[in-house]
């Protein structure tokens, strides 16, 4: 078959692409694209015979590509960017040219060993115990959704323990704060719970909030679990996990703490306190696709007892029985502990990027952010038409130039973006448009940001 013969030309035409896009000093930031544009590049491309290589590799990278947005240009601060390094990035070419896929130990004992390093690499950050674990999912989205299921399993099967069948059928809540990541409030529709929504003073979720909203709650034993953020992706505010924490442990619910964007603090001395608490996790997501500089799609899911996951996700089909151990032989598979099955080795990107640049360099990079948030944050607040939102937090910041609607946002944001400035989204802030900025990419400097700055006079 000519399609799996080896091609050593088809392998040099992609090698010099892939060579050349890794060799720019600065991504590019590129347009957005119409749909007519677009389609009349595809239209017919698709025929029985085939094409040459080198024609499609042309059509994608001279017209295709410069429709996309190059989310790892130093220069995008929309809404969360992304800074794969270069080891990570390489290594993902090799996750994909060698199939490797990470389902069960029986299968890939390696990678899924090399996979748990890099989990264990965050659970340490985190300070849960030694026996945590999980795995690489998609993004934050499957972790959220894969940790509340378990969540939602467990408590359930507690309640049906203690108060007998008759709970088996009870509507079950989960208490989030009015800031919590849509994704969570997709996943309480999936799975078919109601939320306690507990409001926030200054987007910020506290133990005490949560206890006076569980009080004051006509139903509270039908509460089983809590979410906290660590940090919103709109301002990077972490929530009280420490207070959350302690109450989730007096009133026996589970703890999830979304860290997808910004888990990667833990990593960073300087904020590294505003995270106390975190260790008290039932499970735990933060997204290496975003602050830990690994390509996409890649999440971390850690599980304190990740026992209660397996109980839950695993797949029975009697094709699977083989890569269950039952003479009890170490085994792990990642497939049981999320809603998936197959799965490639997502989490190899971040173990071999981390092995090679060393822990301090990923401290380095995320500090960067934050002080280049802070920096930003100084310059703001010394502009006359500019307007501090508030104190940055993590990489955003959030601000105003006095006098503008969101009209002027929007078209400000558009003409950055066809200069190929910046790409920078407004936001919405108390039902107010203001501007903001995501920091994360340790390309991105202070200049590059004055240079946008200047353009608000
Ligand atoms: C980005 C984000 C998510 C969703 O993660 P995906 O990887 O985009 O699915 C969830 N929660 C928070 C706080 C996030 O920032």
Request: aromatic share 8%; net charge negative.
């Amino acid at each position: 078959m000519r399609m799996h013969a080896v091609d050593a030309e088809l392998v040099d035409l992609i090698q010099s692409y892939v060579a050349e896009r890794l060799s720019l000093p600065e991504t590019p930031l590129d347009h957005p694209g119409s749909k007519a544009q677009v389609d009349a590049l595809l239209d017919g491309l698709v025929t029985p015979e085939g094409r040459d290589p080198r024609q499609v590799l042309d059509l994608y990278a001279d017209h295709l590509s410069q429709t996309v947005l190059s989310a790892d240009s130093p220069r995008f601060f929309a809404f969360i960017p992304a800074a794969p390094t270069k080891a990570a990035l390489l290594f993902d070419m090799v996750v994909s040219a060698a199939s490797l896929q990470g389902i069960s130990w029986l299968e890939a004992a390696g990678a899924v060993a090399a996979e748990n390093q890099a989990l264990r690499w965050i659970a340490d950050a985190a300070g849960l115990p030694a026996d945590a674990g999980g795995a690489f999912v998609s993004g934050g989205s499957a972790g959220n959704l894969s940790a509340l299921v378990v969540a939602r399993d467990t408590q359930r099967h507690r309640l049906v323990e203690s108060d007998g069948e008759a709970a088996r059928h009870r509507r079950l809540r989960v208490a989030v704060s009015d800031q919590a990541h849509s994704s969570i409030t997709n996943t309480l529709s999936i799975l078919d719970v109601d939320a306690l929504v507990v409001r926030t003073a200054d987007h910020r979720l506290t133990g005490d909030a949560l206890r006076a909203a569980l009080d004051a709650d006509p139903d509270p034993d039908t509460v089983v679990a809590v979410v906290a953020t660590s940090g919103t992706t709109n301002a990077g505010i972490i929530d009280d996990l420490a207070g959350v924490g302690a109450v989730a442990r007096e009133r026996g619910l589970w703890f999830h703490v979304d860290g997808a964007y910004g888990g990667a603090g833990l990593f960073a001395p300087s904020v590294r306190e505003r995270y106390a608490g975190i260790e008290l996790a039932d499970s735990l997501v933060v997204d290496p696709h975003k602050w830990l500089f690994a390509p996409f799609d890649c999440a971390a899911l850690i599980y304190r007892r990740p026992r209660l996951a397996k109980a839950v996700h695993t797949q029975d089909a009697s094709y699977l029985d083989a890569i269950h151990a039952d003479d009890g032989s170490y085994e792990w598979n990642p497939t049981d502990y999320a809603y998936h099955l197959t799965r490639r080795a997502r989490g190899l990107p971040l173990w071999f990027s981390l092995v090679v640049n060393g822990t301090d360099a990923y401290t380095d990079a995320i500090e960067h952010a934050i002080s280049l948030a802070r920096a930003v944050g100084a310059e703001i607040e010394s502009a006359p038409h500019l307007e501090l939102v508030r104190e940055p937090s993590l990489g955003v910041v959030l601000f105003r130039r006095r006098g503008w609607t969101a009209q002027d946002y929007d078209a400000w944001g558009a003409r950055l973006l066809r200069e190929q400035v910046a790409f920078i989204t407004s936001t919405s802030w108390e039902g107010e448009t203001i501007g903001r900025f995501a920091f994360l990419h340790p390309g991105t400097t202070l200049d590059m940001v004055r240079e946008v700055l200047a353009t608000t006079a």
